[in-house]
């Protein structure tokens, strides 16, 4: 079974590195058009929204790490759960953390000012 699926994956993680590498392109070119269009890369609002973000980021994914600790202590010790590989958590902290990161700037973007 692993056979089938190694192929599979490999197809999967080489169309998502050409579609990164794609999206890259595509911002790189439309900064230069920016840059070249007279128009600021970065205003102040723009940064001060990018900061509150991340500040509210950092904490949602801090706040999900100690969760997670929290329910591996209890679930260890009390209900005999096995641990859990050490992979998993941590892209799910990546994902909690970038996601957040994400919806928070989106959420600041459409409030008005920060």
Known sequence: MADFIWPIVSIGIL???ILIG???LWKTRAMIKEKKSGFP???E???KLN???AYYAMFICQYFILAYLWITFVGKEFFGMSEIEAGYP???TLLVSALSFLVLRAYFGRKGEP
């Open 22 to 24: 794609v999206l890259a």
């Open 51 to 53: 900061g509150k973000a």
């Open 45 to 47: 609002r723009t940064q």
């Open 41 to 43: 890369l970065k205003d």
């Open 15 to 17: 169309a998502l590195i």
């Open 90 to 92: 941590l892209i799910a």
